[in-house]
């Protein structure tokens, strides 16, 4: 059955979203995505080394008292503080110093006044040892941070304290003194008024000075509290060494389809029969299907063999025919030299021009010479040479009859085929016509051809590269 996986110039943009393109992909190129894939394993192994935290764990930690959203903040600084990683480090005796833990302990508020201290290290038993040292050594500095201040803050806050006393009891004793001169002045309205506010401001008073002991108590109470070990990680934390290699997997795949796709988008190859004519502006004599396999040049060479096994022989988006008989491969052959004969008159000497690694296109070549040589009527030698198609040099000879340029369907730009036909403008030949070669499946039958066919060595000094 014949492939439908053409990709023309016109339809790449529209064809590229459709999931046959990836399913092309994926059957064509499956070899080359399980490299990658093989690749990105490696590469997300070696980042495991870098990237891989190891096992992590937590505690918690209750801050007493009330407490600004400020003072929360600088808690969890001070729990990650040189000071706290230096006497925690010392504390483990592992060999290493407070700064080299400053990537491996974190602290944050979680909720209120809880502060949540994490660590992580290579195994469980350090991620634990490691959490319950740095809590510990936290608590300890934040206490005694609090008891170093708190001697002077008490001192002066206890002087305050004496001096809003002393005031409270000569506002007490202002107080007693109105009363007493209302009482003396006898019971009015307005009286009753002043008393009635006297009181409240004394009321108001105690209620301050009550107020301002319990805040003090309070304060002095205020203080951190461990809520429990931290647990020992059963598990490594995200990302672990699975995760990191299939994910390197995984990207690599992926990165290697988008670049099929880019490629395939930046692909400015001509395909069609009628887009190729017109890039040489000759007519067009006819396609050959030339079936795949078979040729030695094609597999020959280590670095041929390990592009053959990787990305195969043909082009990922490439158009495959079915294969066709020995027969009727003849009949087409035989059009075209129909064709080239009616172009060129007879007798003839026709120039073949065919780009130096269009190997499907050299055979079809070198078949049709082999056909124009073995049929005596023909009267059509045909000279098969090879031409580079970056800037390419044509040799001059006025004996032949013209050129005829045969590639492959999606083997060269637009431009490129002009620089031929340039090319042949210059030595003086006229493009008789253009031969396009399409890849058919299978190669049985076309393998004895080849072999037999002439070599063209002693043609291709005719082309060259300048």
């Not at 396609?287 to 041929?304: F, H, K, N, Q, Y």
């Amino acid at each position: 059955m014949r492939e439908t996986s053409t990709l023309t110039a016109q339809e790449v943009s529209d064809d590229l979203v459709r999931l046959p393109v990836l399913g092309r992909i994926l059957r064509r190129r499956w070899r080359l995505l399980v490299l990658l894939a093989v690749a990105g394993a490696l590469a997300g192994a070696g980042a495991s080394m870098v990237l891989s935290p190891g096992y992590a764990t937590s505690t918690s930690i209750l801050l007493q008292g009330p407490r600004e959203p400020d003072q929360i903040l600088t808690e969890t600084q001070i729990a990650t503080s040189s000071v706290v990683l230096d006497r925690t480090a010392a504390a483990l005796a592992w060999g290493v110093g407070g700064a080299d833990l400053a990537d491996s302990v974190t602290a944050e508020n979680v909720d209120g006044n809880v502060i949540e201290i994490s660590g992580m290290a290579a195994t469980p038993e350090r991620a634990q040892q490691l959490t319950d040292q740095a809590a510990a050594e936290y608590v300890t500095f934040s206490t005694q941070l609090a008891g170093n201040s708190g001697d002077a803050a008490e001192q002066l806050l206890t002087e305050q304290r004496e001096t809003l006393q002393q005031r409270v009891v000569a506002a007490n004793e202002r107080i007693t003194e109105l009363h007493d001169s209302i009482a003396v002045q006898g019971t009015t309205v307005e009286s009753v008024q002043i008393s009635t506010e006297l009181e409240a401001l004394r009321s108001a008073l105690r209620d301050a000075m009550t107020a301002l002991t319990e805040a003090e108590e309070t304060s002095s109470q205020s203080k951190q509290v461990v809520m429990g070990p931290a647990p020992r990680p059963t598990e490594q934390a995200s990302p672990t060494l699975m995760q990191l290699v299939l994910g390197g997997a995984v990207l690599f795949v992926l990165g290697g389809i988008a670049a099929h796709y880019v490629a395939a988008r930046a692909d400015r190859r001509l395909r069609t029969e009628p887009d190729i004519g017109a890039a040489l502006g000759s007519p067009l004599l006819g396609g050959i299907d030339v079936p795949e396999g078979g040729s030695p040049e094609e597999s020959s060479g280590l670095r041929a063999g390990v592009r053959g096994l990787v990305l195969g022989h043909r082009p990922w988006n490439a158009e495959v025919r079915a294969a066709l008989g020995v027969p009727a491969q003849e009949v087409r052959d035989q059009r075209v030299l129909d064709r080239l004969r009616a172009t060129a008159g007879t007798p003839a000497q026709v120039l073949v021009l065919v780009p130096e690694d269009d190997l499907p296109a050299r055979r079809a070549a070198q078949r049709l010479s082999a056909a124009a040589a073995a049929d005596p009527k023909a009267r059509i030698v045909l000279r098969v040479a090879g031409v580079t198609a970056q800037r390419p040099t044509v040799a001059e000879g006025g004996h032949l009859s013209g050129a005829v340029v045969v590639l492959t369907s999606g083997s060269r730009t637009a431009w490129e085929l002009v620089g031929i036909a340039e090319a042949c403008a210059d030595a003086g030949h006229r493009v008789l016509g253009a031969v396009v070669t399409h890849r058919a499946a299978g190669g049985s039958q076309d393998r004895a051809t080849v072999a037999t066919e002439p070599a063209v060595a002693s043609d291709t000094a005719m082309a060259g590269s300048a």
